[in-house]
């Protein structure tokens, strides 16, 4: 009789804790309902209270219901709305540098630039709904030059993660909207709209077929070299970059022209990254050239065009240069270069530059650049007592595609340092959102 009675008790208890899970439940929705419901609402500050409340409540489909707001008739609401969907999907606070070329951007920078600057692995792998995608669209066609600016860094922030499994119909209006805004009236704008252009169609590695065909890649490559030809220093440095990212070799007679011109100073050196970055077996003779130049920057774009068009018969040439520079810089390029070439392994010369602050942007982009097949290499870090070291390994297999590493990082999901599970989390929502573009 004790166990029947218990039985029922053990019965009702289930039941009424069902209903109290159904009860709190429903009243959360009815919150969200309401609070979403202020989006709407004729009153401005109304509708600024609503978006704060669903970025503090932060439901499931936060990012979709205030995607209503990017498009809101009053400046300073889309911006903070833009703004808000931008740290919805970030896995950490944006870092001050890009991790590409050793360079470090700080002046007149706003948060969303700062985020984009952060690189691929600023967020963390979430699918980005279509109504946030439509929504920066329009945002980026404002009248507006701030809300222009904003949303056009938005989409480069969240947009390439989500570039290879997005429909080609949703993103396409995006990609026509920032070419079209490399004409745009404000210099910092056109600058941006290079910038992310860059970004989004660097993802493809060269070779514009498939669906990066489908999403005007030649246009946009056209309307980069166009952009060489701007009046602002700055537009013409981000095309050229943006040109180099994208190993557009219809550029590169433009770019040898251009360094040839100038031979010295920010615009050759711009074009001599970009030519750098493309490694067509063309510009070999040009780089060949400058091994021995006197300006070890030269020195080293001109090492990582030789790597990157796998001339290996220069790889001699290549270990003796950091002897003769005695260059840090040039040091970590030849380590790149002759891993490149197949002369050894120099992966824990790159991890140890990595992890020292004058080096590390510029080392951290060359392992990002030597791909999925450094993993292994990497794998021995994920165990170092240095937190440092085991975050760095794990942001770089996150970042790297290479599918095979989530079960090595999955143990490091549950760790006792919980920044080193965080991260770990995210690089396996990374990989697992991942695969390589068609």
Not at 22 to 49: G, H, M, Y
Not at 55 to 71: H, Q
Not at 320 to 346: Q, Y
């Amino acid at each position: 009789m004790m166990k029947v009675y218990r039985s029922a008790v053990s019965s009702l208890l289930g039941g009424v804790l069902t209903a109290g899970v159904a009860v709190v439940t429903a009243a959360a929705q009815n919150a969200t309902e309401q609070t979403a419901s202020k989006l709407t609402n004729p009153d401005r500050r109304i509708r600024l209270e609503g978006l704060r409340e669903l970025r503090d409540s932060n439901p499931p489909d936060a990012a979709i219901r205030m995607a209503a707001l990017l498009t809101d008739p009053i400046d300073a609401i889309q911006i903070e709305a833009i703004a808000t969907e931008v740290n919805l999907f970030l896995a950490e606070k944006p870092a001050a540098r890009r991790y590409r070329a050793g360079i470090v951007e700080v002046r007149n920078r706003s948060g969303l630039e700062a985020a984009f600057d952060a690189g691929p692995s600023a967020t963390g792998g979430q699918a980005i709904p279509p109504e946030l995608v439509k929504g920066l669209t329009a945002a980026m066609g404002d009248s507006s030059g701030r809300v222009r600016l904003d949303a056009t860094y938005a989409f480069g922030t969240l947009v390439p993660g989500v570039l290879v499994r997005a429909d080609v119909a949703d993103l396409k209006p995006g990609i026509d909207v920032l070419r079209a805004a490399l004409k745009d009236s404000e210099s910092q704008i056109r600058r941006a709209a290079a910038r992310v252009l860059g970004r989004l169609f660097g993802a493809f590695g060269g070779g514009c077929t498939g669906r990066c065909g489908e999403l005007g890649g030649a246009d946009v490559g056209d309307a980069l070299i166009d952009a060489m030809n701007d009046r602002s220093a700055g537009v013409r440095a981000a095309a050229m970059a943006a040109l180099g990212e994208t190993r557009n070799e219809r550029a590169i007679q433009a770019l040898e022209e251009r360094f040839t011109f100038h031979r010295r100073g920010d615009e050759a050196e711009a074009a001599l990254d970009a030519l750098a970055r493309i490694g067509n077996p063309a510009s070999l003779p040009l780089f060949k050239s400058l091994l021995k130049h006197g300006d070890l920057n030269v020195q080293r774009m001109a090492m990582e065009g030789v790597a990157r068009i796998g001339a290996r018969e220069l790889g001699l040439e290549l270990e003796d240069l950091p002897k003769m520079s005695r260059s840090e810089v040039t040091m970590i390029a030849s380590a790149f270069a002759l891993h490149r070439l197949g002369r050894g392994r120099h992966v824990d010369r790159l991890v140890n530059a990595a992890l020292t602050p004058s080096t590390a942007a510029l080392a951290r982009g060359y392992l990002v650049e030597l791909g999925p097949s450094i993993a292994t290499d990497l794998y021995p870090y994920l165990i170092e007592s240095d937190s440092r070291v085991r975050l760095l390994a794990i942001d770089l297999l996150g970042e790297l595609g290479n599918r095979s590493a989530i079960e090595r990082l999955k143990p490091l999901g549950a760790d006792p340092d919980a920044q080193i599970a965080a991260a770990a989390r995210r690089a396996i929502a990374r990989l697992e959102a991942g695969g390589p573009p068609s």
